[in-house]
């Protein structure tokens, strides 16, 4: 997605001054996925129009979004349900 009203050209960033050009497979589980699209909605909602999937993820690698910290007990109980 790009920014409105700016014809997108192949190789060449508009967001971040670089292409995207790395292809990456992420395999999440279905409440993985759900929750991403819940958060990409809320971002829209808040009138975040360039936002989808591909660019949360890279916010998020980018250090944009904080990442919560998890106690060592938090980290222990990772996927126990």
Sequence with gaps: ???PGHVSR????ELWGEAKTEKVLLALTLTGKNR???MVEMLKAQG?????RSELVER?????FDL?????????????P
């Design 1 to 3: 997605m790009g920014k």
């Design 10 to 13: 192949k190789g060449v960033g």
């Design 36 to 38: 991403l699209d819940e």
């Design 48 to 52: 975040d129009e360039n936002i989808s």
């Design 60 to 64: 998020f690698a980018r250090g944009v």
């Design 68 to 80: 919560p910290e998890f106690s060592q007990e938090d980290r222990n109980n990772l996927g126990k």
